[in-house]
């Protein structure tokens, strides 16, 4: 078993390598701390949820009201019960020359992988948590938006880890909650609240 996870551990970090560095671009440098901005995400999302909930019949908007739970639910679980259960380390924090977004600025860890740059836990990434549940359940209720969903969700995965900040299991594992959380309370909604239109 050891060892099964041994091998596992040093794909997540080799995979974590690739992206992280050989990826590592002027280009990428600009984009992912956007892409991985949650204020971005709330202004855009935001006037896009005000724009539905006026537009929206009675259904829509209790569809719109209840992405709420969504959010609250996976944030908490991931933030306040799962994070501390794994207790898991942040790769900035273990990996050698981590091309690292820290407070507003790029910068490379230390040499040997034995500084603290973020005290935060990393499993799993709140933010692929929260992006994935929103996609998930808005794409439970109307799928041709999906696409779109689901590419930003995979683009904030991919910048999660870009920035240094998360393992790609990490993001796996966010998006898997994410996922559950969000179809389980779209189940709940359409069985049990939705009138039939």
């Not at 041994?6 to 280009?27: C, M, P, Q, Y």
Request: aromatic content about 14%; glycine content about 6%.
């Amino acid at each position: 078993m050891q060892g099964e996870l041994s091998w596992f551990t040093s794909i997540d970090r080799a995979v974590f390598e690739v992206v992280n560095k050989l990826f590592a671009s002027h280009l990428f440098d600009v984009f992912m701390p956007v892409i991985s901005n949650l204020t971005v995400w709330l202004v855009l999302l935001g006037i896009a949820w005000l724009v539905f909930f006026i537009r929206a019949r009675r259904r829509g908007r209790l569809v719109a009201l209840c992405c709420f739970l969504v959010i609250a639910a996976t944030d908490q679980l991931s933030s306040s019960v799962v994070k501390p259960f794994i207790n898991r380390t942040r790769p900035c924090n273990v990996v050698p020359s981590t091309h690292l977004y820290l407070d507003g600025k790029w910068l490379t860890t230390d040499k040997f992988g034995l500084t603290t740059y973020k005290e935060s836990l990393s499993f799993p990434s709140s933010h692929a948590a929260n992006v994935a549940g929103q996609a998930a359940y808005w794409s439970y209720f109307y799928p041709q938006v999906s696409p779109v969903l689901v590419c930003a969700a995979v683009a904030v995965g991919f910048s999660r880890v870009y920035l240094g900040l998360h393992w790609p299991t990490d993001v796996l594992a966010g998006y898997l909650l994410g996922v559950i959380v969000a179809l389980l309370v779209a189940y709940l909604l359409r069985a049990w609240v939705l009138p039939d239109e």
